[in-house]
């Protein structure tokens, strides 16, 4: 239950457990919180991680008091009160946000206040000055000291940051070299008649007689045949045997002492905090994420803009009915894209951060994924700006109906492409989703009666309808233009095919049995389902551990042996 410090040739061994990882801490507080801020991020984490017993619901206001005092102790020892109020940002972004040493403590202090059992962090110190690096150490040091497991790689650590460590595990090559007291592990290196100079760190003293030195083939040789006694000895003296004998004897009191306990799950708060908790982050999020939101509001209004221009005043002549075809048409993929690749290009780098959140057991999938949904739905307030501009300055039905309905068939195409992307981004990697995602969407043009007259499409094939995104929407608004009786359009002598109703329009593109009402419920259905599928494929991506199984270290007795009187012929060698 102390922490431990590990150097940083080990770090590939731990990645897999890590909760606060050297490569992902810029992100890990970042991408799914990105323009919250950092005091926020803090309090959403804990109360989302806060013990959903009765007691803390009949506390009620002491609970939440609680969880703000420690939000606050953790600020403190971390040095982020200054950047409380700022958003995390992630880097490179606009606007900036706290600076890379702060988002790492931001990111530690996630996990901090869900006062984890055990903590893994590769190099949490790097990037930081030595006073910083100190406060988190100690932060970090504070948390063992009540009965946790802290362990961690470290780069380069100052030797008052050395000296808070009280367990010591040091890697090289694959090869156990030292594992037990770090305060003994000079006295030990010392009896191998290895001695640490006066007045020098002892962690840069481990680093140069446990690294290999290839600058010329004598030094690489001799510094591997250092390693390989350093191995040996540890093996002589079972010192990884030893380790894990006294952490079985410390879990077995564990054990004993949790026996008692009810098996009530109390690492979560309840299902509907979870639910407030995330929405609220997601919304804060949504509304402080101005250069996004805005400029996907202005790319939709430039896209609105150009359709209205091109097809602005729609007659009601045989020209006028392939302008409103064509608009429709427009409109329809144009909504497919714009809901569907943006929603991959930002859930595939937002993905890997919430599985490993979800690892750490800061929430639950479910909860999740709801508030992931509804924080998304204002967006569709945009598409009415989208819809308004396109239907009254194109001039398609003059009618308050049929522009609701109009708006009706958009929202639910965007809410099923949304869906789309989010399940080709849950289940596939950013690069495969990116790549696919045009792909599938021009694949559903070619079965949605865009291109190919749904008469033609071939029998085996017209299946695809059903799960048909495209297909619905531009059905649904084909309909919706050109159904009832009082439409009808001129002819001219010189047209060569006349098209004076409505209904004829219908019959010509095979939209004439359409039902807009079930259309539209069919739309809102299909992107149920595809919400489903992506739940299923964050599950599916969700990081799975192996269940840690205890060791009897008197297992194999006869193979030690063997392996010592392998390890007496390398020592001779050194």
Not at 148 to 161: E, F, L
Not at 321 to 332: A, K, M
Not at 450 to 460: A, F, K, V
Not at 554 to 570: C, F, H, I, L, M
Request: proline share 3%; with cysteine.
């Amino acid at each position: 239950m102390d922490p431990v410090a590990i150097p940083t040739r080990a770090a590939d061994a731990l990645r897999a457990l890590a909760r606060c990882g050297a490569s992902d801490v810029g992100a890990c507080a970042t991408r799914a919180v990105e323009h919250v801020a950092s005091g926020t991020a803090l309090e959403a984490s804990a109360h989302a991680r806060g013990r959903a017993s009765e007691t803390s619901e009949a506390l009620g206001w002491f609970f939440v008091a609680c969880v703000e005092a420690s939000v606050s102790e953790i600020i403190g020892e971390l040095g982020l009160t200054k950047v409380r109020q700022s958003p995390v940002g992630a880097p490179g972004s606009i606007p900036r946000g706290v600076s890379g040493g702060e988002r790492k403590r931001v990111n530690i202090g996630v996990e901090l206040v869900g006062d984890p059992e055990a903590i893994f962090l590769d190099e949490p110190t790097s990037g930081l000055d030595s006073f910083q690096a100190q406060r988190c150490i100690f932060a970090l040091r504070a948390l063992a000291q009540t009965g946790r497991t802290v362990v961690c790689t470290i780069h380069q650590p100052r030797s008052s940051i050395y000296a808070m460590f009280t367990q010591l595990l040091l890697i090289s090559e694959g090869r156990l070299l030292y594992i037990g007291d770090a305060q003994q592990a000079v006295e030990y290196f010392s009896q191998l008649k290895f001695e640490c100079p006066h007045l020098t760190n002892p962690a840069d003293f481990f680093m140069d007689i446990t690294s290999v030195d290839v600058r010329n083939p004598e030094r690489e040789k001799s510094s591997r045949a250092r390693i390989e006694f350093f191995a040996a000895e540890a093996a002589e003296r079972r010192l990884g045997e030893k380790a894990i004998e006294r952490s079985l004897e410390k879990h077995r009191a564990r054990t004993m002492a949790a026996s008692t306990r009810d098996d009530e799950d109390t690492t979560h708060a309840s299902w509907i905090k979870q639910f407030i908790l995330l929405t609220q982050r997601g919304s804060k999020n949504q509304r402080r994420n101005v250069i996004g939101v805005g400029v996907t509001l202005v790319i939709e209004l430039v896209y609105a803009a150009i359709a209205a221009v091109l097809f602005r005043g729609v007659g009601y002549d045989q020209k006028g009915i392939q302008d409103r075809i064509g608009c429709l048409f427009f409109v329809t993929l144009n909504v497919a894209y714009t809901a569907a690749l943006p929603v991959i290009n930002v859930f595939s780098v937002e993905k890997a951060i919430v599985v490993r959140e979800r690892s750490s057991g800061a929430y639950q999938w479910a909860p999740y994924y709801v508030s992931k949904y509804v924080a998304e739905l204002p967006k569709l307030i945009s598409r009415l700006a989208y819809t308004s501009l396109i239907y009254w300055v194109v001039g398609l039905r003059r009618s308050a109906y049929n522009f609701w309905v109009f708006v009706a068939v958009v929202i639910t195409e965007v809410m099923s492409m949304t869906a789309a992307g989010l399940l080709m981004a849950s289940a596939m990697p950013v690069g495969a989703a990116l790549a696919l995602g045009p792909a599938f969407i021009t694949i559903f043009s070619l079965f949605g009666g865009i291109y190919l007259n749904m008469n033609s499409i071939p029998d085996g094939a017209k299946w695809i309808r059903f799960i048909n995104p495209i297909y619905y929407a531009y059905g649904a608004l084909v309909a919706n233009e050109f159904g009832g009786d009082d439409l009808s359009f001129s002819c001219d002598a010189s047209d060569g095919r006349c098209l004076t109703t409505g209904k004829d329009v219908l019959e010509l593109y095979a939209f004439a049995d359409v039902k807009i009402g079930i259309f539209i419920m069919a739309q809102f259905l299909l992107q149920i389902g595809l919400h489903l599928l992506a739940y299923l494929g964050l599950l599916r991506a969700s990081q799975q551990f192996l269940p840690l199984s205890a060791v009897t270290p008197k297992e194999d007795v006869t193979a030690e042996e063997d392996s010592s009187e392998g390890n007496e012929n390398r020592k001779e060698t050194v």
